[in-house]
Nanobody
Framework: VQLQASGGGLVQAGGSLRLSCAVS???????MGWFRQAPGKEREFVAAIRWNSQITFYEDSVKGRFTISRDNAKNTMYLQMDRLKPEDTAVYYC???????????????????WGQGTLVTVSS
C-alpha cells in the first residue's frame, strides 16, 4: 500500500483547506486516518474512517470543524478542514491500517502504512 498526501498550504485563521490522500496498491485497508505533528510535539491523532462502513472518529479539538471522508471509486481519502486555527498548524500525515480496531484507532503505532506528509500553516 502506498499513500500520497496533498493539499496542504498557507491559510488565514478561519479559512479552509482540503487534504487528499491517494491510495495505491492493495486496497483491503480497513481503517484510514489522519495524524498531525507540530514542531517540537509528538504526532497526534486527528481523524479516522473505516473504509467499508464509513464510520468516522475525531479528536475532540477538531470535532465540528474537520470532516473525514473517502471516495471508493477514486481510492482517495479526504480531510476537509474548516474554521482553521493557528494551533492546527502542523505536518499532516495520512495512514492506513488493515489491523486497526476501535481501541487502537487513535494510536499511530496501529497503522502500518504512512504517506509523506503535507504542511498546513494557519496564520493568525
Amino acid at each position: 500500500v502506498q499513500l500520497q498526501a496533498s493539499g496542504g498550504g498557507l491559510v488565514q485563521a478561519g479559512g479552509s483547506l482540503r487534504l487528499s490522500c491517494a491510495v495505491s496498491g492493495h486496497t483491503y485497508t480497513v481503517v484510514m486516518g489522519w495524524f498531525r505533528q507540530a514542531p517540537g510535539k509528538e504526532r497526534e491523532f486527528v481523524a479516522a474512517i473505516r473504509w467499508n462502513s464509513q464510520i468516522t472518529f475525531y479528536e475532540d479539538s477538531v470535532k465540528g470543524r474537520f470532516t473525514i471522508s473517502r471516495d471508493n471509486a477514486k481510492n482517495t481519502m479526504y480531510l476537509q478542514m474548516d474554521r482553521l486555527k493557528p494551533e492546527d498548524t502542523a505536518v499532516y500525515y495520512c495512514a492506513a491500517g488493515p489491523g486497526v480496531i476501535n481501541t487502537t484507532i487513535r494510536r499511530s503505532r496501529a497503522y502500518a502504512y504512512w504517506g509523506q506528509g503535507t504542511l498546513v500553516t494557519v496564520s493568525s
